[in-house]
Structure formats: C-alpha cells, structure tokens
C-alpha cells in the first residue's frame, strides 16, 4: 500500500452507550416513540436496535446519576484493521488496551480522544436474527416494520462537544483514518471550531463542536435516520401529546444538507432524528469544505428553517449550568 | 495488507457515456426535464451534469446508429489503485490498456467485461466551478438547484444486461473489487440470475441481469437521484404532456428498498429516477441476500407498486426487436 | 330562493356500514393497520372511527353471510334540509320513510337508489368526546394521533357499483344535490358510463361505476384519508408482511387527481387509502369534466403509475365470480 | 329556507389585488419562483394565475408607492346570491355599490369592511383557456404543470390585520356567512383576538388578526397551495439563492393543522406556501374551536416547527414601522 493511500481501517459507527438517570423511561421513550426493539436487558443496562440495524443492537441505554456518553463503539474494516489500528493507538497515551467485547460483539480495544471520550473498536459482530413473527418477507431487512411509534430505520451518527478540537480532529483523522468533511473555522483567524467526519459515504458519522462551558467528554446527540422527511412530522405529532421536549426543526441543515429534528430523551440527552441521507458523497479524495463562523447562522447550521436556539449550542450531557431544557 | 482483506480500490461511478440516434432530443430531455446542464460539446458529443454532482460530467451522450452504451468510466481510490488494478487487467484477456483520458479526466486504463461491456478506470479528475451566477450559498453544493425540470441531484448506478451473468460476476468481485449485495438465484439448480453489486454504501452501483435475447453488451439504464419520492410524481407530470415515455413506476423496489420510475430517453435508452437512497450498507464484511428466481415477481421487483411489465425484462439498447417501446 | 339556485342539503358522508363475513378480522384491519379505533361493539356490529373524524364513527362493520354495503349515511346541512329531502324522497318510489336513527346519530330517512344501494340521511349527531388519555393539545383534532398502525385521518368517500348508472347519476343530482364533477361516456354514443359526484369541495363524495355482471346495490370501496403520501408506502409495509393483498398503486388517478392504493380487507371488501386531497374544487357552479371511454386508460384512471388490474374492473362485494380476489 | 339556516351566498376567494411599488418584480417573483403565469399586462396592473386556478387569474399586482392590499374579490353562489347579499351589503353602511367588472369577471359590488379592507362580491367570471401548447392530456387541470419556478397550484386564503376584530369578525358571519372556524381569545376576559374564517371546507378562506399597530386597512399575507410538503423545501432552495427572503418555516400550524412558509415578495407583501390542506371541515353545523392566548404560542401557532417570530406578529403592508424586513 503507498503511504499516500488514506487509512480505511475504521467502517461504521457500530453503537453508542449511552447513560440515563432514568433508565425505564429512556428506554420507553426509544421503543414507544421511535419503534425500536429491547433485544436484552442485564443488569443496569439495555440492549436496543431499530428495525433495519443489521447487529444485534445500536443504542445500550445504561444507569447513571448524570445522563451523558458511556462509550462510542466502531465497528472496524477487518480483522487486520483492527490490528493496525490497535498497535496505533497502544504507541499513543490515548489507548487503553484490549477488552473481552460485550453483548453482541468480540474482544475491543479500548480508547480515549483527546477531549476524554470513551471509545472501542471491535470487529467481530453478532447479526441479528428475526424471531419468526417479526421476520419479513422483504430479504434484505433484517426484520418488518415494527407496528408502535413511528419507527426509525438505523442509526445514523454520534455528535458531541469538545474542548480539543484541533487536537481531535487531528486525532481522528490521522489515527483512525476518518475523512474531514466540511469545518467552521474563525473569520480572522482561521482556527478550528467544529469538525464532521466520516468513515462513510454519509455526509458525517461524527461530529464534534466547541463546548461552550470548557468542559471534556461531554455528549450532544445520537442521530437516528427515518430516511423520509414526513416522519419527522409524525413522530412530533406523538411527542407533542406525550410530553417529547422538541427543540428545534424539522429543518433542513446547510451542513450535510440533511433534514432535521432534534429532541430530548427522558433522560436528558439530545437526539437527532434524520428525515433523508442529506447529500452522500463517494468521491475517495478528501476534500473539506470551510464555512466561516459568520457564515453558519442560518445557512450552515440552517439552509432551510428557523434559527437553531441558543440550547443547541450550550446544552450537553452531562448538563453543567441548571436547569435542563428537559424540565421546561 | 492481509490477504483477506478485501480489494477496495474502485471507488464510484464516474460517467457514463450513453449512444443516441437523437442526440438533440436525448440532451433536451435531460436538460429540459431532469434538469441537468450541458457543459460541453464537442464533435459527436455533448458532456452534462447533475446540479449536485462534484465532476465536470457524469453523462456524455454520443451520437450513434444505435441506442445503447459507449462506455462506463469508474473513479478509483487513489492514483495507486489505478496502477494495481491495471496490473491485474493487463495480466487477463480483458484489458484494453491506457488510453489519454477525455475531457473532465486524465489517464484511464480501459478495458471489456467478460459480457462485452466497454468500460475504463481514471483517477485524476476536473471538478466542477460553477461561474458565479449559478453559485450557492450552500458551500457544500457545486450549483445552485436549476429552475427548470424537475432536477435530479446525482448520478446512482448502471444497470446492464448480460449473457455471462457468471463471469461477469465473478470478475466485477475479483478483479474490480465490487461487493455482491444481492443475488437471484434459480429455484432448483442455485444457479446465478442477476447480481447487484456495489463498491460504496449504496444498495448498488451496478446491476447485471439475463439478457433475454442472448445479446452482449446491452445496456438496461442509467439511473439519476432525487432523494426525495414527491419528485418523481412531479417529473412524470412534465413527461407525460412532454410525451416522455413511462415504463413503469413510482414503486418501491424490494432488492435495494428503493423507489423507483423507469422511463425512456428519446433516443431509446432506459433511464431510471430514484426518489430516495434505498437503504445503505456500511458493513465491511460481504454478506449477500439470495432471491430465489420465484421469489422475484412482486416481491424482490417490487415491494410496492404494480408488477413490473415484461418489457422491463426483455428491453435493452441496442433493441433487438422491433418495436422499440420507445416508438409507442 | 331562486329556482335556477342549486340543492345544497346534502352536506357530507356521514358513516358506510361494511357488511362482512369475518367481522373480527375486519375490525383487526381496521384498528390495527389503519389505526381506527373502535368506539362500540354491540350485537353483531361495531363501531368505528379515524382519529379525526369528529362524530363518534363513520364506519359500522356488521357479521353478515357476504361482504358488501349494508348502508351509507349522509349528514344534511340543517333540519329543515332533512325534512326538505325527506319530501322529495317521499313523492319518488325510492324513499323508505324515517327510522329512529342508531347509536350515534338521529332520527333517519332511509331510501333506496336506483340501482338499489340502501342509503338515508339524518341531522343530528354525537360529536365523539375523547377520553383524558387520548385527548390532544392541538385542539381542533378530536383526539390523539394513535400510536399502532399507520392510521388514517377521516373517512373520505364511497364508491359503488351499478347497473342504473344513468338513474343514478340522474337521482343523485336532482333529488339529493350532488354535483357532476366528472364523467366517462362512451366514444361513439356519449353513453353514460361512470361518474364522480360531490356535495363537499372534495374531487368526489360518491363515484358510481358500471357493474360488468349486471347485478345490483354492490360496493366497490370505501375511501380513508391520510393526506401524505408516504403513508401510502408506510402502511404497505405493514401489509406486505400481514398478509393484506393490496390490489393495486400507490399511484395517481387523473380522475380526482389523488394519490391512491387499493387493498382488501379480511372480510372481502375493497378499501381504498388517499394520499393527498388530490384537487379540491370551490367553484359553486357545477361543471363537468367528461372523459372518453378510450381516454381512461393510462390517463384518466391512472395518471402516474401503473395500469388499473382488471380485477379493479370487475370485482366488487358481493362477490359474484369466484374466487374472490382476497383468497389469493 | 328556514330561517335557522346559515348564510351560504359567498362561495369562494376569487382573487386579491396586491400593491407593489416594485411591480415588475413582484410579477418575477410570482412567476419564476411560484410558477405563475402572466395572463394579462394593462395599466399598472399585471393579472396571475398559478396552474390549477379554474378562472382567467387570482392574483392582479398593481403598482402603487406602498405595498398592501388594492381589494379582495369573493365569488358568490349564485346570481340571486350576489343580489341577496348586495341587498344586505346596501343596507349598512359599508356598501360602496355596484362596478362595472374588471378584466375576467363580471358585474362586482363592492364595499368595505369595517376595519377598512376594500373587497368585492362577483358572479360572472371568465374560466381560463389553456392555448394548445399548454393544455394537459388531464382533463382536470386547467393547463400543464410549468416548467420553472416550484409552482403553487392554487390560491388558498387571505389573512388581514384589523383593529376591528368584534365588528368585523361579526360582519363576515353575519352579512357575508362565514363560518367562524377557530378563535383566539383573552384569558382573563374572553376577549376576541383573533379569527379564522371559511366560506368552502378548508380550515379558513379568511384570517382576521389584530394589528399591533392601531392602523387599520392592513394586508398580512395571501396564501398559494402546493399540496405536498416536499414543495416548500424545494422552493426555498431557488429562494435562498435568489434572495427572496424566508421569514419563518416551514412548520406544521395548530391552528388550521397546515403546513406552512412565510415569505416576502420584492415589493414588501407577505406570502404564504402552503405545504398541505391542513384539515378539511365538512360540518354543516358551525362549531368553532377556541384557543386561549397563552395556549397559542407553540401550540396553536406552531405545532411542529420554530416559534414564530415576533415580526410576524407586528409587520403588515403598508409597513408602519421601519425598516422593513424585506431589505434585511
């Protein structure tokens, strides 16, 4: 392989854990609200997938005092990636060694960003199996449409909040071989304010935005992806009567193009509901594109609909400032 | 890299270049209907572009006896992946070798598929600059969204027809990397039907099936993206005063999910529009669904909508017998 | 009044009574497909309604030996309509004589039509009243959107077969006030073949389409409303993989211009789902479009979309040919 | 007729005379953004009409130095209609007797409600004929969908400021039989704030709200209908790049259930695009919803979607304050 040749090593978003200070509830709001299925509960945790998730799950839902990230998981190319990408980070002060995997998939090797977020790479995956009475006759999905909810297809991309963005950025790119996107840089300056990344062909599997409040490791929302714009507008007709705190859209984003609606989970944390695949983008030559800061405000943050409110830019998981948008 | 690691140095669809009879007539319905623009002609040609396609051109219609295709032309991975995959065409029967490359692109390495198909890899490529008139604000979009047609956004995929479905299959995998997502299969003997094979995150980036008449070469479609389903109701109703020919759709295929409307070119060629992505496939491991040939009819075709008519199935440029359905 | 001003007394549909052999299955379609909820179950019927619909039910489903049309009501526009009606009916050999109304509603004027389909009309009615747990914020909806199926919003139109289409076409207008919104006739003679009448701004209330086995009083379909298109493809999920037969689209009618799919209920009856309002026509002066007989096809039956099946043509319920289409 | 019975004389919004003192760009904007066609050039008015409007336009743009409204002309039912109601109108002191027509209409009589709002009653009209070039094979339409701008397919609705809100709000019931669909009102003192008012099945024809000015004669916003949702997105992209300024949407309203987008012509009036029906209302028996004050904002205003913001509330034509947001 020439040394000019990108990193491919990292395939896919494989699952997030994230933590609930009100675990029953978050997992109603996952299941009643946006159709997805509990595949397992153990101890303080719960094991959920939507309907076309491939593995055996994408969102583990785990107790804690302060909702917030316990781990993003990244399912790896191969076996040989996972490898390369081990020795990687083990030769970095960010690796944290092997782990025996979890519910659902093989041994991990364990990381943290530089902004402290906790993460692992995993290769071997249990697939998911329909039980007789949810299979489909539609082959390529790995079970029907589930009939509560209305129900989201697959996760889509993980966002969080940073106090290092040079420092991740450069960390993600260079060590896990993610492809930089579009950015937000400073009108004078040029410094880095947010970066979208992808391992993908969608517009971003990750995202990362300055933390206002300087703090590390903290959580802004998983996406799931209806893949249909009218979804958003049906999922808020069922939030609006069952109490779902909706905080800003449907919209159309500039940034990845894609339609949006974001939301609270009982819990506290964010979630971001995609009604299509914004723009894909399969062209294997790393380009980014740069918005200044003074260009973001209705246009790269929106093309299309209201202003995001100040929350959106403020709020994470772990909250920091009182009182949580949830309570409102 | 490991052995088992897979070949991935194809990397995307580039262009087509698509024979007509009516030239004038092939370029105005893609101008005048789907939106696209006409960068160029030169000689024979004329090279046209989506509004949100990177490069110069994905389209390059030729003037010609017949209807049909000139050639395909896939982007690949990096300049070094060009080289590695001319090395393993040069070694069978099937390459062609280098050639100067063409407007929009440089050097490409040409070569047949088992079934006669012409097609080529390139690397170095022109992108597209939009003169400042039909610039946009969305930094992350080459044009602004044309005001005439109903525009498609993309080029998707290329569907052709075959009397070596197992050669080609086979080579498309081995020799260009391809993952085989699904497959129709014959209900007693397994043996192969049709193959939808892709080198991104999309259902497919190319399809070949049986060529009913035993033929070589032909060329089933091209397909454009909308990513949204209202559109295609919309185009239909310009074609259908516009006396644009509509084969079959809106519908919902099962095999790649997505929707669907097939209609034809004045030149004769099939040209398809996919109102959303169908889904996406970001597993790195190749996992193939297996259609068996009776399981196709109004199921692995069409998930929902009308059976697909047998033109569909028998139809292919250049036509073989008359009359075209073009004609009607 | 001046004599040349239109009868405007008939002011909606009020509810359809679907008889049907399999009364518990129907009533599972219904509420768990079609999200409808069901208000009362007494004797051998229930009572069912949409989640907008503002009166306690438009859809009674009664046990009866075969499916069919038990009765279609229609709310007048005032009491002095109903009496008004009531005479008119009364002179004519049509009227039936009033009835003590049915749970829901009040007292009735039945009548038979030409072709012998058992309808009445009535004023007062029982606005449904949602319980604390299913009432919504937004106040102008009678309840909560449902949270199983993908529900329908209100009862839309009926569509009936007969074999009187000119007495028919001819009773409706004059006697109760419905307007000839679209007609096909024959292309040599004019003869009266199918006709769309309306008393709302709807493209149709009422269609009337001959019946190819010369019987009488059968039913064809009753219409629900979604007002998206996507539901139409969300709720085909659901009955691809719960055994529904959908005859035919999604598509769109030239007639009526709406966004339609066809599909069976358990009991035999054939229930069409609208996807939009298609047009909506406010001009108080009754003009008629008239297709030719050669026209329909591909054009005024289907505008985008797919052939009409001929079963669409020739079944209705009773079921005179066997099998029935539902057995399939 | 009894004399329970309502008023049902006035049968439509024929169409609205909008000033510009930019009229030559309000007309590019109406036609290469909304798709409207100029079917009349005459003096300093320009007379419009989108694809499905039955009649020869709906929209007269007159130039004038400030925007606002010229008139608003309501089609009755009937000849005897029109005399019945300009026997009443005669009878208060707001009738301003009969004119001669205008261009496509007949006879009109005119008056002024009681906030000032010049508007007209008509019965002859003059129905739209399609040249050959762009008559459409669907007999239903009045002319082909165009091939430029996003086009709206109807006029919808008129919404007013006034500061007369009981008188006129009374008028239109009582002297013009409107039904009063939806109210907002003091919470303290029940006092009328708002109305939304309807001659035909939508949710309102007319909006009366109150003008935060004092003035009186105001003009807040005409609306035009796409249908489908998809619609407003897609014409806010030419909007965006084309400098049309988006003041709020689009969203889902409470209040009528539609799906909405509010933007500025060049020549300062506010415009609405409505993405849907919102609900259909065929009660013949007049039941209006009422909203309290406090339970409108991001209730009965926005359902789903931004706040709206607080120019909405304050701006009409001519504007009183400056500047206008139209030169933001």
């Known amino acids: ?18 933590l609930s200070p009100r675990p029953a ?8 609200i946006l159709g997805l299925q509990e595949v397992r509960k153990e101890g303080q945790s719960s094991y959920l997938r939507a309907y076309e998730d491939p593995y055996e799950y994408t969102l583990k839902v785990t107790e804690s005092a302060q ?30 060694g092997w782990n025996d995997g979890d519910y ?11 902004d402290g977020h906790n993460m692992e790479l995993f ?3 249990q697939y998911f199996e329909a039980p007789a009475e949810t299979r489909t006759a539609l082959l390529n999905r790995p079970q029907r449409r589930p009939n509560r909810g209305v129900p989201v297809r697959r996760i889509d991309h993980l966002n969080l909040f940073t106090s290092h963005i040079d420092e991740d950025t450069e960390f ?13 840089v400073g009108d004078e300056d040029n410094s880095l304010k947010a970066s979208w990344l992808a391992v993908t062909a969608l517009s971003h599997d990750l995202a990362i935005m300055p ?3 300087g703090a590390s490791g903290r959580f802004h ?6 893949g249909a714009p009218q979804h958003l507008y049906d999922v808020a007709d069922l939030m609006r009567d069952a109490g779902v705190v909706i905080e800003a859209g449907p919209g159309k984003h500039g940034i990845s193009q894609a339609m949006y609606m974001y939301v609270y989970e009982p819990g506290g944390n964010r979630v971001e509901l995609f009604g299509d695949a914004g723009y894909l983008d399969f062209d294997p030559q790393p380009r980014t594109i740069t918005w200044k800061w003074s260009e973001v405000p209705g246009r790269g943050d929106v093309w299309v609909g209201a202003a995001l409110p100040d929350v959106f830019w403020t709020y994470a998981t772990p909250a920091i400032e009182a009182p949580s948008p949830v309570a409102v």
Chains 1, 2, 3, 4 share one sequence.
Not at 71 to 77: D, E, K, N, Q
Not at 84 to 96: I, K
């Open 1 to 18: 392989m020439s040394e000019q040749e990108p990193v491919r090593d990292v395939a896919q978003l494989g699952h997030v854990e994230m």
């Open 25 to 32: 509830d978050t997992v109603w709001f996952f299941t009643e």
């Open 67 to 96: 909702p917030g990230l316990g781990h993003a998981s990244w399912r790896v190319a191969s076996e040989a990636a996972l490898q390369r990408r081990a020795d990687v980070l083990s030769q970095s002060s960010l690796g944290r």
């Open 104 to 114: 659902g998939h093989g041994p991990g090797f364990a990381f943290a960003t530089p």
């Open 123 to 125: 290769w071997d995956v």
């Open 172 to 184: 993600y790119c260079r060590d896990l071989g993610f492809k930089l996107r579009e950015v937000i």
């Open 211 to 213: 933390d206002a409040a």
């Open 221 to 226: 929302h998983i996406a799931y992806w209806y």
